[in-house]
């Protein structure tokens, strides 16, 4: 439908509003980066994802969670190194988007209850939650914004509120980790039991693939206390208890999502009820330990006792620190820990075997700056004999945005003064 005179007046008016707020000296992205020394490794990386760089670049209204320097120096010895040096650019791609959060999030607007924001990752090979995934964030004493992320990550903000002309960018000092799948993610929280259990019940493929799943899952010392009879049990007697464990939901239970009180639908078929209670979480009886442990599919609870089915009525005893079980049996010899002869032999954070060898950024660009925007047709061995041609090209391709900004941007100042006089 062509616009009315009026409609695009109004247009006009509001670009000419945002291109007089861009004249008052706030920087554009490029800008920023480059005025940032603590940057100059995420200016490289950025840079040389240019579809995500310029779309950053045009964007009104958008939080970049920007690593410094030195979390670039530790990424080979976190869970993304071997995907950095072998230059997965799919991986690393799917770690750049889950950077941006929509939405302008200042540092002040976090408080001490925890926020879960959702970011710019939303591909389905490294996420399964509704509107993409998710990261936390939260204002601890000090004050300290943290955010957390898969593998129970922490990346601490450093510098705060550094505003560009279209958004935010806050620094933090470690890199966000997309989260993992359970099976991935459980070994990292000594879950080994709970793991092989679900193995064992047949039930690996729905909890590592289910979209906005949200498990509560019995910490090992539960599972040692029932291991002769866990293990004895026909498989689908033990489905159905680890079902009870499970949510059945379209919304994922972060525990801003369950207040005092909340009732939930299990996969079992029976209800759960959410307690708060002497500033605890409990779950029926069961006390919550470990709280939002992010998956790629939605998020777990660690919680100290098993859940029973066939007590679903039962509530929590907030004056001890952990109750009775509720399913009786007895353990293994030596109170060896259950089900872990179950668990994959070889479980990886990423799997770097599936995704792209064609990206743009790799391990041994670290610590080279803003000068060495990878080529995404050079190998790891040619990255290190780029030469001065290979740099010059890619440098204009990652100049082109600012370009056109810069054109778009002579247009509409001149379109604006002939406003201006009328």
């Given at each position: ?43 490289t990386l950025l840079t040389s994802y240019g579809d995500i760089y310029a779309n950053l ?172 009879t866990l293990e004895s049990m026909p498989s689908s007697q033990l489905q159905r208890i ?120 790799a391990a041994s660009d670290i610590g080279r700056g803003t000068s060495a925007f990878g ?48």
């Amino acid at each position: 439908m062509p616009l009315s005179l009026s409609s695009t007046a109004l247009v006009i008016l509001l670009s000419c509003t945002a291109f007089a707020r861009a004249q008052q000296g706030t920087k554009d992205l490029t800008e920023l980066l480059q005025s940032n020394e603590n940057l100059t490794e995420f200016t490289t990386l950025l840079t040389s994802y240019g579809d995500i760089y310029a779309n950053l670049s045009f964007q009104s209204e958008v939080t970049i969670l920007a690593p410094n320097n030195d979390a670039f120096n530790r990424i080979p010895y976190s869970s993304l190194g071997p995907a950095f040096e072998a230059n997965q650019s799919q991986i690393v791609r799917s770690v750049l988007q889950y950077h941006v959060l929509p939405g302008v999030h200042p540092s002040e607007s976090y408080n001490g209850t925890f926020a879960f924001d959702r970011t710019w990752l939303q591909n389905t090979s490294y996420t399964n939650v509704t509107g993409g995934q998710m990261v936390g964030g939260v204002q601890q004493a000090g004050p300290v914004n943290v955010f957390t992320s898969g593998m129970g990550t922490r990346s601490t903000l450093v510098t705060p509120n550094l505003r560009f002309t279209g958004g935010i960018v806050h620094v933090i000092d470690n890199f966000l980790i997309p989260p993992q799948t359970f099976i991935q993610t459980a070994p990292q929280f000594n879950l080994t039991a709970a793991g092989g259990a679900i193995e064992n019940a047949s039930l690996a493929d729905y909890v590592n693939t289910h979209k906005d799943l949200t498990i509560f899952v019995p910490q090992n010392t539960a599972f040692q206390a029932l291991g002769g009879t866990l293990e004895s049990m026909p498989s689908s007697q033990l489905q159905r208890i680890l079902d009870y464990h499970i949510i059945n939901s379209s919304t994922v239970g972060y525990s801003t999502n369950l207040p005092n009180g909340t009732v939930l639908r299990t996969r079992a078929g029976q209800n759960l009820t959410i307690t708060f209670a002497s500033n605890s979480l409990f779950v029926n009886q069961a006390r919550v330990l470990q709280q939002d442990l992010l998956l790629s599919n939605g998020v777990m609870h660690v919680i100290d006792n098993f859940l029973d089915p066939n007590a679903p009525s039962v509530t929590a005893n907030p004056e001890i620190p952990t109750g009775p079980p509720l399913l009786q049996g007895t353990s293994l010899s030596d109170n060896v820990v259950p089900f872990t002869s179950y668990l994959p032999t070889s479980v990886t954070s990423f799997d770097t075997a599936s995704a792209s060898a064609t990206g743009s950024f790799a391990a041994s660009d670290i610590g080279r700056g803003t000068s060495a925007f990878g080529s995404a047709a050079a190998s790891a061995s040619a990255r290190s004999t780029r030469t001065s041609a290979t740099k010059k090209s890619t440098a204009e391709r990652v100049e082109s945005p600012r370009l056109e900004v810069t054109i778009m941007g002579g247009f509409l100042g001149a379109l604006c003064w002939v406003v201006g006089m009328l």
